[in-house]
């Protein structure tokens, strides 16, 4: 059988048992079935391997938000977006900082106690924490775009 559909009969048992998010709007986010299909795995801890999707996809959010406070300064780049946002705007990304933080703190302390009920409930708390997060740093990306665009 396709990893991709042995992936998507286990979440369907998982989603049924915690009341998860539909498969398609989970993967959309965190792209865990494309994940699986290139490393050619069905992973053994679907709930561990979700979570983890999840926590590199905070974390490169982290790094972005990171430089947007504490720029590079070999960077051109991170130089050059620091200018783009005010102390306003920056006090905005140490909140979003705090909140991405929480989870992969939290996230850390569930992959050393490795339960899955608090697994299951992580994912499901994130991924609705994570909507909210998605939309603030859009307003970061999209500034950061415009911004560029008007040194062209």
């Not at 490169?60 to 705007?89: R, V």
Request: proline content about 2%; some cysteine; overall charge negative.
């Amino acid at each position: 059988m396709e990893v991709k559909e042995t992936v998507k009969k286990q979440y369907e048992i998982l989603k049924k048992k915690y009341d998860f998010p539909n498969l398609e709007e989970l993967d959309r986010e965190v792209g865990m079935l494309d994940s699986c299909e290139e490393k050619g795995i069905v992973p053994e801890y679907l709930l561990r391997y979700i979570r983890g999707n999840m926590m590199e996809l905070f974390s490169n959010w982290l790094g972005y938000l990171h430089n947007m406070i504490m720029p590079n300064q070999q960077s051109f780049i991170h130089m050059k977006e620091y200018e783009f946002f005010d102390e306003s705007d920056r006090e905005k990304v140490m909140l979003l900082i705090n909140r991405v933080m929480h989870l992969n703190r939290a996230s850390l302390s569930i992959e050393i106690e490795r339960n899955d009920e608090k697994d299951a409930q992580f994912i499901k708390e994130a991924f609705k924490e994570f909507k909210d997060i998605k939309k603030e740093i859009m307003y970061f990306t999209q500034k950061a775009s415009e911004k560029w665009k008007e040194t062209y």
